[in-house]
């Protein structure tokens, strides 16, 4: 018998039951849908976490004082080893042309109040080449410049959020604003507003905090001579990596502390293969749990082809009895084991790619779909009915014709 005789029989027992094959499919079905949406939807996320990282910056580096995760415990004064304007200045020296921007970066809250209102304020202090390092829009006035750091003007750089929450209609630039930081009042007034484009990022900050506002480093609200953390920007060109340990040697050999790892470097670059191989972990293991709906589905394909043998038991012995060989009907069977479980496969293609595409818009992230992962459900599919249809073939392929013949 030729494959497409087989396969017309096939899809003549199929359509004979149709209800017993659907429910066979079932298992296939959610198995294939469920790996298809889950990887997709890891994706969609993995894929929104590169966009966010690059609207913050790849070449962006932190250099912090402080102790590593495994030294926690260590009971040593930092103070000793903060950096300082000094050092700063050494490191443009050395690694100017390998920087955009470098910075000191102080973070602390506080507070602007108008009227009745109170405002909860996040507050950074940097310096003039901040502008360079994170990723900004200066959509009114100007940023800080190195005559403002040196005479540590009582100068303010807001978002354009605090603009709509604070100003209404008013013009911003040149207006007073009395901040409070831990009880001690001062007057800035406002010289620039500026835009952010990054935003899951940022999506933590904004929830708890009305805007986010930067100062010049050494205002007289934040008058700290040293830093207990550096921001830079690496130029393109230079290795990030590199540059940025290589920053943290030179500020060791400087403050007597090679080797004491207490000069802590983060790179956004490393934090995003972080992220992404978390990402990654967790989508491979969230499908592989959903993978074993298709080995149930297996299952149930080989159970119901075993009853399809049973039921059929005279049919095949007919067939024998009148010269149909072995491999024949082999065939026969393997053949509707593989459209069963291909046209379940094909199902939850369709199925999968509809439930990404759903979960994608809600949770508001790109849809990614990987051909790879789709061509390769569908095959594994397949193999699930050839493995799970080859025992009851071979089955129905042993039955001696006589008994056959018989079986009532």
Do not use: W
């Given at each position: 018998?030729?494959?497409?005789?087989?396969?017309?029989?096939?899809?003549?027992?199929?359509?004979?039951?149709?209800?017993?094959?659907?429910?066979?499919?079932?298992?296939?079905?959610?198995?294939?849908?469920?790996?298809?949406?889950?990887?997709?939807?890891?994706?969609?996320?993995?894929?929104?976490?590169?966009?966010?990282?690059?609207?913050?910056?790849?070449?962006?580096?932190?250099?912090?004082?402080?102790?590593?995760?495994?030294?926690?415990?260590?009971?040593?004064?930092?103070?000793?080893?903060?950096?300082?304007?000094?050092?700063?200045?050494?490191?443009?020296?050395?690694?100017?042309?390998?920087?955009?921007?470098?910075?000191?970066?102080?973070?602390?809250?506080?507070?602007?109040?108008?009227?009745?209102?109170?405002?909860?304020?996040?507050?950074?202090?940097?310096?003039?080449?901040?502008?360079?390092?994170?990723?900004?829009?200066?959509?009114?006035?100007?940023?800080?410049?190195?005559?403002?750091?040196?005479?540590?003007?009582?100068?303010?750089?807001?978002?354009?959020?605090?603009?709509?929450?604070?100003?209404?209609?008013?013009?911003?630039?040149?207006?007073?604003?009395?901040?409070?930081?831990?009880?001690?009042?001062?007057?800035?007034?406002?010289?620039?507003?500026?835009?952010?484009?990054?935003?899951?990022?940022?999506?933590?900050?904004?929830?708890?905090?009305?805007?986010?506002?930067?100062?010049?480093?050494?205002?007289?609200?934040?008058?700290?001579?040293?830093?207990?953390?550096?921001?830079?920007?690496?130029?393109?060109?230079?290795?990030?990596?590199?540059?940025?340990?290589?920053?943290?040697?030179?500020?060791?050999?400087?403050?007597?502390?090679?080797?004491?790892?207490?000069?802590?470097?983060?790179?956004?670059?490393?934090?995003?293969?972080?992220?992404?191989?978390?990402?990654?972990?967790?989508?491979?293991?969230?499908?592989?749990?959903?993978?074993?709906?298709?080995?149930?589905?297996?299952?149930?394909?080989?159970?119901?082809?075993?009853?399809?043998?049973?039921?059929?038991?005279?049919?095949?012995?007919?067939?024998?009895?009148?010269?149909?060989?072995?491999?024949?009907?082999?065939?026969?069977?393997?053949?509707?084991?593989?459209?069963?479980?291909?046209?379940?496969?094909?199902?939850?293609?369709?199925?999968g790619i509809g439930f990404a595409f759903i979960g994608?818009?809600?949770?508001?992230?790109?849809?990614?779909?990987?051909?790879?992962?789709?061509?390769?459900?569908?095959?594994?599919?397949?193999?699930?009915?050839?493995?799970?249809?080859?025992?009851?073939?071979?089955?129905?392929?042993?039955?001696?014709?006589?008994?056959?013949?018989?079986?009532?």
């Amino acid at each position: 018998m030729n494959i497409k005789a087989s396969m017309k029989m096939a899809f003549a027992a199929i359509k004979a039951n149709k209800m017993r094959t659907l429910l066979t499919m079932l298992g296939i079905i959610i198995g294939i849908s469920s790996v298809i949406a889950l990887v997709t939807l890891g994706n969609g996320n993995k894929a929104m976490m590169t966009k966010e990282f690059s609207s913050y910056g790849t070449n962006r580096a932190m250099i912090y004082v402080g102790s590593s995760y495994e030294d926690e415990s260590n009971d040593v004064d930092y103070s000793t080893y903060y950096i300082t304007a000094e050092d700063i200045q050494m490191i443009r020296r050395i690694y100017g042309d390998k920087l955009e921007g470098i910075s000191p970066v102080e973070s602390f809250n506080g507070s602007i109040v108008k009227g009745k209102n109170t405002y909860k304020i996040s507050f950074s202090a940097v310096n003039e080449t901040y502008q360079h390092i994170e990723n900004m829009n200066i959509v009114q006035g100007r940023f800080f410049n190195q005559k403002d750091i040196a005479n540590e003007s009582q100068q303010i750089v807001i978002a354009q959020k605090m603009v709509k929450n604070y100003f209404g209609n008013e013009d911003p630039l040149g207006q007073m604003l009395l901040v409070d930081v831990n009880g001690q009042t001062e007057p800035f007034r406002v010289i620039g507003v500026f835009s952010k484009d990054s935003k899951a990022l940022s999506r933590a900050s904004e929830s708890t905090f009305d805007a986010y506002t930067l100062l010049p480093i050494g205002a007289r609200i934040n008058e700290n001579e040293s830093f207990t953390s550096l921001e830079l920007n690496v130029k393109k060109e230079a290795n990030v990596q590199n540059t940025v340990e290589g920053i943290a040697n030179i500020l060791e050999k400087k403050h007597d502390a090679v080797g004491k790892r207490y000069y802590q470097v983060q790179t956004m670059e490393s934090q995003m293969k972080m992220m992404n191989k978390f990402t990654g972990t967790i989508t491979t293991f969230v499908a592989a749990i959903a993978g074993i709906s298709l080995i149930v589905g297996g299952i149930g394909i080989m159970n119901i082809m075993l009853v399809s043998v049973t039921e059929r038991t005279r049919e095949i012995g007919i067939r024998k009895a009148i010269g149909a060989k072995k491999k024949a009907i082999l065939a026969q069977f393997m053949i509707e084991s593989i459209i069963v479980s291909g046209i379940g496969g094909l199902i939850g293609i369709v199925l999968g790619i509809g439930f990404a595409f759903i979960g994608t818009k809600l949770m508001n992230v790109p849809l990614v779909i990987d051909i790879k992962v789709v061509c390769g459900a569908f095959l594994f599919s397949a193999l699930i009915g050839i493995f799970f249809g080859l025992y009851p073939a071979n089955k129905a392929a042993k039955l001696n014709t006589i008994d056959a013949l018989r079986y009532e």
